[in-house]
Antibody, heavy 118, light 110 residues
Framework: VQLLESGGGLVQPGGSLRLSCAAS????????MTWVRQAPGKGLEWVSG????????YYPDSVKGRFTISRDNSKNTVHLQMNSLRAEDTAMYYC????????????WGQGTTVTVTS | QSVLTQPPSASGTPGQRVTISCSGS????????VNWYQQLPGTAPKLLIY???KWPSGVPDRFSGSKSGTSASLAISGLQSEDEADYYC???????????FGGGTKLTVL
């Protein structure tokens, strides 16, 4: 069971970035997926979630209208499209599987770093 | 400012029992179960406890969780040096329609 993120990098304020998370070792379409970020030296912040079918998506107010989560169950991947990026979006972004209890994130990727700077 | 409130730090000596508290409200902990995560230095978080007091496969029973009203606690017994990490509580928030985290507690093993 593994999650592997990619797509992070350096981007200017106002720019866009698309993160990807490749899943393996489990029945991907049976699980909701989520993205969680961690700013340098700070705590965890949930930034998006998607149901197993992809039909339902969820966002906190901090990214609503700027970030879009999607999934391709034929390729076992989940994406996070990030637009209108701000300096405060600088963080390590983790992909996680929602697998246990009420939104228990039981499998995590290693993370990909996003830096928003001019 | 995190929705769930945790003490920023905790400490203990090897073999000791330590507890970490997590305070929420009626829209999160008060009506939903609590999950706990452990983040070792430089690594991704790991689910430690789910549904207040259940263990994912592979987690030792030295770690235990409890919930009462709008608060929850994580207890670590038989403290070991490898338990030195950041610990986060989390719960679904019905008002925000998403999961919320505590600010994290840095555990130091003296």
């Amino acid at each position: 069971v593994q999650l592997l993120e990619s797509g992070g990098g350096l981007v200017q304020p106002g720019g866009s970035l698309r993160l990807s998370c490749a899943a393996s070792g489990f029945s991907f379409r049976s699980y909701g997926m989520t993205w969680v970020r961690q700013a340098p030296g700070k705590g965890l912040e949930w930034v998006s979630g998607v149901s197993g079918s992809g039909g339902s998506t969820y966002y906190p107010d901090s990214v609503k209208g700027r970030f879009t989560i999607s999934r391709d169950n034929s390729k076992n991947t989940v994406h996070l499209q990030m637009n209108s990026l701000r300096a405060e979006d600088t963080a390590m972004y983790y992909c996680a599987r929602v697998g246990l209890g009420t939104y228990g994130m039981d499998v995590w990727g290693q993370g990909t770093t996003v830096t928003v700077t001019s | 400012q995190s929705v769930l409130t945790q003490p920023p730090s905790a400490s203990g000596t090897p073999g000791q029992r330590v507890t970490i508290s997590c305070s929420g409200s009626s829209s999160n902990i008060g009506i939903n179960t609590v999950n706990w995560y452990q983040q070792l230095p430089g690594t991704a978080p790991k689910l430690l406890i789910y549904s207040n007091n259940k263990w994912p496969s592979g987690v030792p029973d030295r770690f235990s969780g409890s919930k009462s009203g709008t608060s929850a606690s994580l207890a670590i017994s038989g403290l070991q040096s490898e338990d030195e990490a950041d610990y986060y509580c989390a719960a679904w928030d019905d008002s925000l329609n998403g999961p919320v985290f505590g600010g994290g507690t840095k555990l130091t093993v003296l």
